[in-house]
């Protein structure tokens, strides 16, 4: 359906358009799950009439302090510094204020340092607050993000008291997680937005050459930022046992993975073993990657891995995007993460931080594809960014109404 086609459709059925106000430290282009799904939900509320407004930071100097992008108006508040994975924006509670004040409700996504603040402003005005948990916290060990992470926690607690409702994207990981526990009683679970845009022609075919997939299959693929939580090195050390079967199998890596924020201790003590296997061409870093340019690699995957190792990963959207492309996946037994597999049936469920069970895992799906095929019209469905956004319209309507 167009967009004007959405938009008529809900002014017949009586539907008003809201003001919505979102709020999170990073936003595109800085690339993580998080921001992927806000910016996909805040353009999905576009679509469908009503005013978005994101506020965020100003992370990049670079980066404009006000734009409108896909019907979205995005405003960053100037950053003065960096801490650890986070920034002192000493402007972000004023220009709350202002925002807070002229929307009809607030959505925010955690984790977020500044969102206590913002839900207090919520409060005064009588906006319904809605957080949108998408993961623990857990920086690197060290004396000073130890103290970090105590004040992120206390901060999320206190949003999340000062907060009409709170979404989680499932009750596998709502049941598990401590932070979630404390809020059932105003908890709803709703699963993420995901979409995958068309590759421009050619250029599945263009990926497949460059990266000689026609000889070095099977191809495993890993999609995220260079981080100690995802994991890398339990691929590395279950690789020894993929390759014993499969000796041209390559490893294709899209993702930041150079000067990821807070990680350069951990790239550097991986990055040595990982230029072997380039070397012997069983493992390519392709790079930060857009959705389009993504869109021509899954096809060329035989299996996507997810082998996170903690609760700040509380899903793994990316897939949810190979599968859209038929591709299964190997997921860590993570609450959350463990289920798009266990949903749809496309993978494999394995122990989290033990390489032997992944590389077993990985086998299995690369010996019977065929056992692992999945409905991919019907994942696609269930993941569109416009029923989403349908069914946070539903929870925005109820606290509005309730407040009234």
């Known amino acids: 359906m167009t967009v004007k086609g959405i938009i008529l459709a809900l002014s017949r059925s009586g539907y008003i358009p809201m003001k919505i106000l979102t709020v999170l430290t990073y936003y595109r282009p800085h690339t993580s799950g998080l921001t992927i799904y806000a910016e996909r939900l805040a353009r999905a509320f576009a679509e469908r009439g009503h005013d978005v407004t994101v506020m965020t930071t100003q992370y990049d100097p670079a980066l404009r302090r006000e734009e409108t992008l896909d019907g979205v108006k995005i405003i960053r508040v100037p950053v003065v510094a960096r801490v650890s994975k986070g920034v002192l924006a000493p402007t972000f509670g004023l220009v709350a204020t202002k925002l807070v004040a002229s929307h009809d409700v607030v959505q925010m996504h955690l984790p977020q340092f500044d969102a206590p603040g913002v839900a207090a402003r919520a409060r005064l005005f009588r906006k319904p607050a809605v957080l949108t948990y998408h993961c623990d916290i857990q920086l690197p060990s060290g004396l000073f993000n130890r103290f970090v992470n105590m004040v992120v926690n206390f901060q999320n607690h206190m949003a999340g008291i000062l907060s009409n ?3 989680t994207y499932t009750q596998d990981y709502a049941d598990n997680s401590p932070y979630l526990s404390r809020y059932a009683s105003k908890l709803t679970p709703i699963l993420p937005p995901v979409e995958m845009p068309a590759p421009l022609p050619g250029a599945v075919e263009a990926v497949a050459q460059e990266h000689n997939i026609a000889e070095r299959r099977p191809v495993i693929g890993m999609v995220t930022r260079f981080a100690s939580e995802k994991g890398v090195e339990i691929l590395l050390e279950a690789l020894p046992r993929i390759l014993k079967k499969y ?4 490893v294709l890596y899209a993702g930041q993975h150079v000067d990821v924020m807070g990680e350069q201790a951990y790239f550097e003590r991986l990055i040595p073993t990982i230029r072997e296997y380039e070397d012997s061409g069983h493992w390519t870093f392709l790079g930060n990657l857009s ?9 060329n995957l035989d299996v996507i891995t997810v082998p996170s190792l903690n609760s700040t990963e509380a899903f793994g959207l990316v897939q949810v995007e190979a599968m859209m492309n038929g591709v299964p996946s190997v997921a860590s037994a993570l609450p959350g993460v463990r289920q798009p597999v266990t949903m749809h049936s496309m993978g494999r469920v394995a122990r989290t931080g033990d390489s032997a069970h992944l590389a077993e895992c990985i086998l299995e799906v690369l010996d019977e594809p065929q056992k692992f095929r999945g409905d991919t019209a019907l994942i696609s469905k269930a993941y569109d960014p416009n029923s989403i956004a349908a069914e946070y319209e539903k ?9 009234r």
């Open 165 to 167: 409702h709170i979404v």
């Open 395 to 403: 929870l925005f309507s109820r606290l509005v109404k309730k407040g």
């Open 291 to 299: 959705p389009v340019e993504l869109a021509a690699v899954y096809p």
């Open 247 to 250: 000796p041209k199998a390559q």
